[in-house]
Structure formats: structure tokens, C-alpha cells
């Protein structure tokens, strides 16, 4: 435990005396960076596969009758359908 508490002191103070950029430069930083998203999806009904779909309409028709409650909404089933 004195060994790890150690090591954390030194990560703090080297954090505080060492500026963020040589930090950030060095890739030894815990700051979030903007994340690049491709928002070019398409429509989620238009790129599920007949297959796909069939199978996620008879898995939430099968919860119903083993277990009687919906495992998605009926406007989304509705909408694959």
C-alpha cells in the first residue's frame, strides 16, 4: 500500500510541475479530446437485412408468449414489419 501510495504522490506532483502540453505531447494526459463522428449513417430500417429484422420481430413475439412482456417497443416492431 505504501508503494502504490508513493507512486500516485509522484503522478500528481509530476503533474503539477510538468506543463500540460509536454504532458498532452507525450500522450501522458487525461484530458478528453473531441471524438471525429462519421454522421453519415443510414436510416437504421434501411440498412437492416430482411433476416435481421425477421429475427428481432419473432424474438419479441417469443417474450411475449414465454414471458409476457415486450422486449422492444410495438412502434418499432410495427415499423419492421
Not at 509530476?14 to 436510416?43: C, M, S, W, Y
Not at 435481421?52 to 415486450?70: D, H, P, S, V, W
Request: proline share 4%; charged share 25%; aromatic share 10%.
Amino acid at each position: 500500500m505504501l508503494l502504490a501510495g508513493i507512486l500516485c504522490f509522484m503522478v500528481v506532483i509530476i503533474h503539477i510541475v510538468v506543463p500540460a502540453d509536454q504532458l498532452k505531447a507525450a500522450g501522458f494526459t487525461a484530458a478528453r479530446e473531441d471524438l471525429d463522428v462519421d454522421e453519415d449513417l443510414p436510416n437504421f430500417f434501411k440498412a437492416l437485412t430482411i433476416p435481421e429484422a425477421n429475427r428481432l420481430i419473432y424474438e419479441n413475439e417469443q417474450m411475449q408468449k414465454e414471458y409476457g412482456f415486450e422486449l422492444h417497443e410495438s412502434s418499432f416492431i410495427e415499423q419492421l414489419n
